[in-house]
């Protein structure tokens, strides 16, 4: 099992930063790769990065560039680095890791989820 707490949420104002960190614990030997996604008011829960163990990163579109997604293996932790955040990226943020593939799909854990307010 593993487990996934995230930090680093809270209220910034337009242009601002954040980083976001997830630590896994458990048996963080099984997980495949991590990432964050996020989740706003009426909105399914999104991606918004991932990153496999050896560090290749994904980012979604609206993120690209202005955020950057890492990993500690030695850790366990991800991080979220958020520069220029527009109000539009207000959202809960969920930490996820990726624990393999079953016959019925993707066997996932997910942090408690961390807020994120981008707002003046």
């Known amino acids: 099992q593993v487990q996934l707490v995230e930090s680093g949420g809270g209220l910034v104002q337009p242009g601002g930063s954040l980083r976001l960190s997830c630590v896994a614990s458990g048996s963080t030997f099984s997980i495949n790769e991590m990432g964050w996604y996020r989740q706003a008011p009426g909105k399914e829960r999104e991606l918004v990065a991932a990153?496999?163990?050896?560090?290749?990163?994904n980012y979604a579109d609206s993120v690209k560039g202005r955020f950057t997604i890492s990993r500690n293996n030695a850790k366990n932790t991800v991080y979220l680095q958020m520069v220029s955040l527009k109000p539009e990226d207000t959202a809960v943020y969920y930490c996820n890791a990726v624990l393999g593939w079953s016959i019925s799909g993707r066997l996932d854990s997910w942090g408690q989820g961390t807020q994120v307010i981008v707002s003046s």
């Open positions: 990153i496999t163990r050896a560090g290749s990163t």
